[in-house]
């Protein structure tokens, strides 16, 4: 594994636990996933991509996630050793959702032809 990608896996984890068990934001609720993380190769910039599961309000676990960004980083510096600190930015990952609605649509296929 290359040095980059270590790095990314890195503040994956930091991140994961930072977000489920120190963010105190009341917004942050559900089981927040952290699934992937983009740095750049110089890393000032860093792209969260989250799975939110349950059914509160995904837009206002981002905004709260956003909110928290400057105590996330300040965290992230304590526990991983970056050259730069880079800026976050949290997108939302709806591959879970996607794949289980395909899953959906693929038994339903698969009923029909069995009919």
Known sequence: M???ERLEQDVKVALSDIIMNEVKEPS???LISVTDVKITPDQKY???YVSIYGKCNKNKVIEALKKATGF???ELGRRVRMRNMPDITF???NSMEY???MDKVIK????QDNK
Do not use: P, S, W, Y
């Open 28 to 30: 942050v609720t559900g």
């Open 2 to 4: 290359q040095r980059h």
């Open 99 to 101: 794949g289980e609605h």
């Open 72 to 74: 996330i980083k300040k």
């Open 108 to 111: 339903e296929v698969m009923n």
């Open 46 to 48: 860093a792209k969260v």
């Open 91 to 93: 997108e939302l990952d």
